[in-house]
Every structure is written in structure tokens, then in C-alpha cells.
């Protein structure tokens, strides 16, 4: 069974910068990515990442600011965060696809998820 675990979240101020980071236990992948679900609010695809070639995708509201990547060798997948704002407080889950997908930008896409990280950004 394929497990992913967050790390990174925590508390910014607005402006600042948070890196986060999602291994896998085991698995190969043809993506990686990240959603996010805010209080009261749906969860919503925020960044994904092929495996190869490394093909990034991002929601309009982090285009410029959000940066994803991956590290094959270690099964990992980063977001780094910058120029952050209140409206980025969510949780944040990796997921992970193993099969090849016409698209990455849907939970449905994904087969496993990890447990969730929680950023705030304070005004």
C-alpha cells in the first residue's frame, strides 16, 4: 500500500514563503500533485507534475507564485510557496496517479492521497 506523507506547513505572514513536501512510501507514479481545501470550501487542484518530463500544471491562482517539482530518485514532490496570502489558508494534501491520465487537474485522477498539512497565512 502506497502511503504519502506531508511535511512543511505552518504559519506564515502574508508575503512570506513555505516549502512543502510529499514522499511516497513505495510506487512508481505518472504524477504527483497538490490540492487544497479551505474551511467550508471544496477541495480544489492547486499544482501537479509528471513524472517524466517533468510537465507542470497550475490552478490560475498560483500561476507566478507556486512552484512544483519532484525528485524521482526519493519519490518526492515539493511546493514551494511564495508571495503568500490569507487566501492560501487551506489544508494541503499531495495525491498521487500511477496509471497515465489525459489530465491531472481532478481528484478523480489520483489514487492515493496523503493525510493533509495545514498552512496559514496571517494578515
Known amino acids: 500500500q502506497v502511503q504519502l506523507v506531508e511535511s512543511g506547513g505552518g504559519l506564515v505572514q502574508t508575503g512570506g514563503s513555505l516549502r512543502l513536501s510529499c514522499a511516497a512510501s513505495?510506487?512508481?507514479?505518472?504524477?504527483m500533485g497538490w490540492f487544497r481545501q479551505a474551511p467550508g470550501k471544496e477541495r480544489d487542484f492547486v499544482a501537479a507534475?509528471?513524472?517524466?518530463?517533468?510537465?507542470?500544471y497550475y490552478a490560475d491562482s498560483v500561476k507566478g507564485r507556486f512552484t512544483i517539482s519532484r525528485d524521482n530518485a526519493k519519490k518526492t514532490v515539493y511546493l514551494q510557496m511564495s508571495s503568500l496570502k490569507p487566501e492560501d489558508t487551506a489544508v494541503y494534501y499531495c495525491?498521487?496517479?500511477?496509471?497515465?491520465?489525459?489530465?491531472?487537474?481532478?481528484?478523480?485522477?489520483?489514487?492515493?492521497w496523503g493525510q493533509g498539512t495545514q498552512v496559514t497565512v496571517s494578515s
Open positions: 507534475v509528471t513524472w517524466n518530463g517533468g510537465v507542470t
Open positions: 495525491a498521487a496517479v500511477q496509471s497515465q491520465r489525459y489530465y491531472y487537474t481532478s481528484e478523480s485522477a489520483y489514487d492515493y
Open positions: 513505495s510506487g512508481t507514479f505518472s504524477a
